[in-house]
């Protein structure tokens, strides 16, 4: 594209800005960073693309036919592939199950239709704008992002300026909120600046030399096995292709280090954990490099069981997908924990697939996912015939190990926006660099050119309700939350409560922000239960109506619905997050407990066996069935399904499992007219006290109390006599009540 030069300078700087966005640490007030960063990079972009649209319409600036039009031109196919998978995923945002969120997202990931595209364009721009010879600056400034963002994370790692950088003593995330994060946006700085390390010269090559050392080291430093696969890919990749081929020592030196890498993790699972440097053995960074690199880990690793369940998802909606950002409602559907490594001890809550192309497969559907591969083998085979060998190397080698990792990952906003900016300078290296015919520009008033008053109005909008609100709310969001954190509940609420009625595209992130800081106030003091849970009710019915397809939202409304004894409302809660995900151990579980509540015990029973039905192995399961059979008197059932419970690894003694079986036994002891099972249930009841007094707190007065009621119906006088007189040594305000009812045991 051809503009005047100082719109030149103009986006020449701009790109390099929007370069340096990783590094931005954002500050507490517009966390989460992702999200900060994106909102930045959406005002910068749309104001240039505004800027752009300009250009065109004023006829300040035109397009060169061979940029995307000429079919002899090398950017033709790979423009237009590229092209094409925008078009279809944009059609599943339209068909998307939450095109809404599809489109938006929320500050939880900052990605959205919205900032993929604006990825996709910005870099695009850049393309068409910037000159070959400009290139190198772009690349410069981004690795300089690069660099700062791994000194921090050497700086998290080994503590230092701990009083400002938050200490990671592990795997240090820099400034990208994940260790795999920042691993895979370095690696597609790390073979960038290799490239440049063999084409520059002077100070400029040691510059890249030491950026390629510190992106490997802090790699390393991540733990990031996804990783640590793409960066051996990158350098084989690297080296065994490289353009000059009379090096066969670069061959040899590849071969070598593939030898080296399938022999060290031989080595270190099945001859020895020493390393070949014995100085090497007693260092953490070393140990922990050597425990990422476990088989067993591999093996046992639950991303294997969430592609298992993405493969049901895909043949549900094979042309469009489930929709950009829905993966958690495909995921939550065929949810299975009987598939190894996937169920609640291990996470069993997935919103991306940790495979980027079965991602693109699950939520745009399989042509885009063909779209998307079209596109890149395209690229590479035009990058393959460049006239600049060597960068175009570098850029495909780039993608290579950009695949490698995300093959185990997904991405953020910081890694988008550098993998497109390396697609952009691949398109670069294989067009035509010409300036072109120079065209006559007319003069055209810009409030005359009705696109750019149309595109005007358009950005204002959208800076204001797509950035600048939400920017405004989301700043409220942090502070209640900075309030909740200083123990300040009533100042933390009363912000929410401001902003809560607000409008705005985060509506849906707002609310469950809400509801967690209710959910901390409660944790704070638990009084407070009984005047925040309608609030919490109140709200989470207003978010379920604004993402109906996200279960825990019905999980959690149904368990507040439950602490208000609003059992039938409960019940209808958690039908809804079963009939979105049927096989939620907790959504059994939950409906049971509503079903008690309600005293609906045989449909508790049978949801019981509906949950083992699903989900065999429940030990939870198990021990909400046990409870069933105590409530309908079923005693010798309940025994049963108690043991099955244990032999599944459920842990009785514990105050949540004590209490309900105190609850269930003495509703049983209550209301039944049979004298053994009254008796057996306060023989249960007696032996559930001795364990809260064993196990939990002894010098809780209620349960020595409640112990001597049990003895006392029991008939055992002289225990519940023992019992009462720790009940007054331990609260002797009680004394006199206390000495009544020792009088009654003798009468």
């Not at 510059?207 to 050392?213: L, P, T």
């Not at 065994?240 to 031989?266: D, E, G, M, N, R």
């Not at 992130?509 to 003091?525: K, M, P, S, V």
Request: hydrophobic fraction near 50%.
């Amino acid at each position: 594209m051809v503009i005047p030069d100082k719109y030149y300078k103009v986006f020449l700087y701009s790109f390099c800005f929007i370069l340096l966005l990783p590094f931005f640490s954002a500050p507490p007030w517009l966390h989460p960073s992702a999200w900060g960063k994106a909102i930045i990079f959406r005002i910068i972009s749309s104001i240039l693309i505004f800027l752009f649209i300009y250009l065109l319409a004023s006829k300040k600036g035109y397009i060169k036919r061979e940029d995307f039009l000429d079919k002899k031109s090398g950017v033709f196919w790979p423009s237009w592939t590229l092209a094409v998978f925008l078009a279809l995923v944009f059609i599943s945002v339209i068909f998307s199950k939450d095109p809404f969120y599809s489109f938006w997202e929320s500050p939880f990931r900052g990605g959205g239709f919205l900032n993929y595209f604006l990825c996709v364009a910005t870099a695009i721009l850049a393309f068409l704008i910037i000159k070959k010879g400009d290139w190198p600056r772009i690349w410069f400034f981004a690795t300089i992002s690069g660099i700062l963002v791994s000194f921090v994370a050497v700086f998290q790692k080994f503590g230092i300026f701990s009083k400002t950088i938050i200490p990671y003593a592990e795997r240090p995330p820099g400034t990208m909120g994940g260790p795999t994060f920042l691993a895979v946006y370095l690696l597609l700085l790390a073979f960038a600046a290799l490239s440049f390390l063999f084409k520059e010269k002077g100070w400029k090559k040691i510059f890249y030399v030491f950026a390629f050392i510190l992106f490997f080291y802090v790699i390393l430093l991540t733990g990031s096995r996804a990783s640590y696969f793409g960066l051996l890919a990158g350098i084989l990749y690297f080296l065994f292709f490289f353009p000059q081929k009379k090096l066969w020592a670069v061959k040899i030196i590849a071969v070598l280090i593939l030898f080296l890498a399938v022999y060290s993790v031989y080595r270190v699972n099945y001859v020895s954990r020493d390393l070949f440097l014995p100085a090497l053995n007693n260092n953490k960074e070393a140990q922990e490099l050597l425990n990422r690199m476990s088989v067993r880990l591999f093996l046992e690793d639950p991303r294997f069981s969430a592609w298992k369940l993405s493969a049901e998802a895909i043949k549900e909606n094979p042309v469009l997908g489930w929709g950009p950002e829905n993966y958690s409602i495909a995921f939550d559907k065929y949810y299975d924990p009987a598939l190894p490594f996937i169920n609640r001890a291990w996470g069993s809550w997935y919103d991306k697939a940790h495979n980027f192309l079965i991602d693109i497969a699950v939520s745009s559907g399989i042509p885009a996912l063909i779209a998307f591969l079209s596109f890149i083998a395209v690229l590479f085979l035009k990058l393959r015939k460049s006239e600049d060998p060597l960068m175009s190397h570098g850029v495909r080698t780039s993608i290579f190990a950009y695949f490698g990792a995300n093959l185990f990952s997904f991405d953020t906003f910081s890694t988008y926006l550098i993998f497109f900016f390396v697609i952009a300078f691949g398109l670069k290296i294989i067009s035509k660099d010409e300036l072109g015919e120079e065209k006559k520009r007319a003069d055209v008033s810009l409030w005359k050119t009705g696109l750019i008053f149309v595109s005007f109005f358009v950005l204002i909008a959208f800076l204001w309700h797509g950035c600048l609100k939400p920017l405004k709310i989301n700043k409220e969001i942090n502070y209640a939350d900075f309030y909740l954190k200083q123990g300040n509940c009533d100042k933390a609420l009363e912000k929410m409560g401001i902003i809560a009625s607000s409008k705005s595209i985060i509506d849906s992130y707002l609310r469950l922000q809400y509801t967690d800081i209710i959910r901390g106030c409660i944790q704070q003091n638990a009084k407070t239960k009984a005047e925040l849970a309608p609030l919490a009710v109140s709200i989470l019915k207003e978010e379920k109506e604004l993402r109906p397809f996200y279960t825990r939202t019905w999980i959690t409304l149904a368990s507040y619905l439950n602490a208000l004894d609003k059992a039938e409302e409960a019940i209808l809660a958690f039908e809804g997050a079963l009939e979105l995900s049927p096989k939620r151990e907790e959504s059994f579980s939950g409906l049971i407990d509503s079903l008690f509540l309600s005293k609906n015990y045989e449909r508790a029973t049978k949801e019981a066996d509906k949950c083992l039905d699903n989900i065999p192995e429940s030990a939870l399961c198990w021990w909400k069935k046990s409870l069933s059979h105590i409530y309908l008197e079923e005693l010798d059932n309940a025994d049963f399904a108690e043991k099955e419970a244990i032999k599944r690894g459920f842990n009785p003694i514990s105050p949540k499992p004590i209490s309900e079986t105190i609850i269930a036994y003495m509703d049983l002891a209550l209301k039944t007219k049979d004298k053994k099972i009254k008796e057996a249930s306060y023989l249960k009841l007696a032996d559930c006290y001795q364990k809260l007094i064993l196990y939990v707190d002894y010098n809780n007065y209620q349960y020595h109390a409640s112990l001597a009621y049990a003895y006392k119906e029991l008939g055992e006088t002289k225990k519940a006599k023992e019992e009462a007189l720790v009940v007054i040594k331990l609260a002797p305000e009680l004394k006199s009540q206390v000495e009544e009812f020792i009088k009654n045991l003798t009468k």
